[in-house]
C-alpha cells in the first residue's frame, strides 16, 4: 500500500529530527511500495516535496544504487537495497539448496558463478552448478533434474528465451521458484537483468561521438535471447538520431570471439568501407578487433559487457572505444533476494529488476574495476 500524501507529511513531523533523512526514507518507501516504476511528476505528487527536492533525493539515491533510473526516466529500487536484504537472509539461512544453470564456460557466465558461490557461502546454501553447453534441450532437462532433486530456488541464464516453458511450468508444480538472470525467460517466476535497452543505446551514442555523426555501421547481435535484442533495438534507436550514419549489414554472433571474427570478417567482404561496428557482447567485439588488426585496419568497436579484455582495449586505445557495463555481482545478489523471497511465499510484486549500466570509454577506463 503506499503512503498518502498527508501520510508522508505526518511522517515527517514525527521523524524532525533529520528532516532530510526523513524525505529519502518516504521516497525509498513510495519506490517500494509501487507496483511498477515511478516518475518523478509522480513522486513529486505522491509525496508533497518540492520537485527540486524529489529529483534530487533520486540523483543521490542513483549515486548510491539505492535506486535505478530507467531509460524512461523512472526509477526503481536499485542493486544496492538488495545488498541489504541479502544481509538480512544471511541471519534467516532459509534457502538451502539452489541450482544454476548456465548456457556454457564464457567470461561472464563464470564471473556469475563466482558471485554465486560467494552468496551461496553466506547464507549456508548448497549451489548446483550446470552448463548447458548452449543446448535448450539440455537446459531444460537440467531444470527438470534440479525439480527431481528438490532444489529449493532455480536459477536460470537461459541458452534461449523461449522454449523452456514445460521445464518452468514442472518446477512451479513443484512451488520452486524459477529466476532469470541476465534476459527475460518465457515462464520463468521472475527476471533479473541489465538495463540492456539503455546499453545498447549507450553503445550507439558512443559510436555516433567516434564517428562525429557519420559513416557506414555494421551491427553483429548475439544468440536468441531478449538482452541481445534489447542491446540491438537500444544501439539502432540511438544511431537514428543521426541521419548521416546508416546500417549496411547485420550479423549473429555468438558467446566467443571466434564468432565475431567469423562476422567481421563476412561483412568486411561485401562492405569494405565499413566505419564502425557494434557488437552485442564484448567477445564478439574481440573477435572483430583481431579481424581488423590482420588487416592493419582501425575502425572502432563499441559492445555491451564491461568485460576485462574489452576494457583492456579501450585504455589502449582501442578498437574497441566503449562498452556498456553488466554486473555479474548485482545480477546474482538481485537474483537470490527475489527467489529467497519467491521461496519463502512472499508476495513479491515488481519482479522483473533491471540493473542501469553505465559507458566504459576513455574518459573512464582507468578508474573502472572490470569483472573476468
Known amino acids: 500500500m503506499q503512503v498518502p500524501r498527508q501520510d508522508s507529511e505526518r511522517l515527517l513531523e514525527s521523524r524532525p529530527r533529520v528532516p532530510a533523512l526523513s524525505r529519502t526514507a518516504i521516497v525509498l518507501q513510495h519506490i517500494c511500495d509501487a507496483r511498477r516504476p515511478l516518475g518523478l511528476a509522480e513522486l513529486t505528487q505522491l509525496t508533497g516535496f518540492p520537485k527540486s527536492s524529489v529529483m534530487g533525493i533520486c540523483h543521490a539515491l542513483t549515486d548510491e544504487n539505492l535506486v535505478t533510473r530507467g531509460v524512461d526516466g523512472t526509477y526503481a529500487l536499485g542493486p544496492r537495497v538488495f545488498e541489504f536484504g541479502s544481509a538480512v537472509r544471511?541471519?534467516?539461512?532459509?534457502?538451502?539448496?539452489?541450482?544454476?544453470?548456465?548456457?556454457?564456460?564464457?567470461s561472464f557466465f563464470l564471473a556469475e558463478i563466482?558471485?554465486?558461490?560467494?552468496?551461496?557461502?553466506?547464507?549456508?546454501?548448497?549451489?548446483?552448478?550446470?552448463?548447458a553447453n548452449e543446448d535448450k534441450r539440455l537446459q531444460a532437462q537440467q531444470i527438470c533434474d534440479f525439480v527431481l532433486d528438490g532444489v529449493e530456488l532455480i536459477l536460470v541464464e537461459p541458452v534461449a528465451s523461449e522454449g523452456l516453458e514445460a521445464a518452468c511450468e514442472q518446477a512451479?508444480?513443484?512451488?520452486?521458484?524459477?529466476?532469470?538472470?541476465?534476459?527475460?525467460?518465457?515462464?520463468a517466476d521472475a527476471v533479473v537483468a541489465t538495463d540492456n535497452t539503455k546499453a545498447g543505446a549507450l553503445a550507439g551514442a558512443a559510436l555516433a561521438r567516434a564517428l562525429s555523426g557519420r559513416g557506414h555501421v555494421a551491427v553483429v547481435g548475439g544468440i536468441p535471447i531478449t538482452a541481445n535484442s534489447d542491446r540491438v533495438a537500444g544501439f539502432l534507436g540511438a544511431v537514428a538520431t543521426h541521419p548521416e550514419l546508416s546500417i549496411v549489414a547485420t550479423s549473429r554472433g555468438e558467446l566467443d570471439a571466434a564468432s565475431g571474427e567469423r562476422a567481421a570478417e563476412e561483412i568486411l567482404a561485401d562492405h569494405p568501407t565499413v566505419a564502425g561496428f557494434f557488437a552485442s557482447n564484448d567477445q564478439i567485439a574481440i573477435g572483430i578487433s583481431r579481424v581488423l588488426a590482420r588487416r592493419n585496419l582501425f575502425v572502432p568497436i563499441v559492445a555491451v559487457d564491461g568485460a576485462r579484455g574489452a576494457v583492456d582495449q579501450i585504455r589502449?586505445?582501442?578498437?574497441?572505444?566503449?562498452?556498456?557495463?553488466?554486473?555479474?555481482?548485482?545480477l546474482v545478489r538481485a537474483a537470490i533476494e527475489i527467489g529467497s523471497a519467491l521461496h519463502s511465499g512472499a508476495d513479491v510484486i515488481r519482479r522483473s529488476h533491471y540493473i542501469t549500466?553505465?559507458?566504459?570509454?576513455?574518459q573512464n577506463a582507468q578508474e573502472y574495476e572490470p569483472w573476468g
Open 316 to 330: 589502449a586505445g582501442g578498437p574497441i572505444v566503449a562498452s556498456a557495463t553488466q554486473d555479474p555481482v548485482a
Open 90 to 106: 544471511a541471519g534467516n539461512k532459509s534457502l538451502h539448496d539452489i541450482g544454476f544453470t548456465y548456457p556454457l564456460d564464457e
Open 172 to 187: 512451479r508444480a513443484a512451488r520452486i521458484p524459477v529466476v532469470a538472470i541476465g534476459s527475460a525467460l518465457s515462464g
Open 357 to 362: 549500466p553505465r559507458l566504459i570509454d576513455a
Open 114 to 131: 563466482g558471485a554465486l558461490h560467494a552468496e551461496a557461502t553466506t547464507i549456508a546454501a548448497h549451489l548446483r552448478v550446470l552448463s
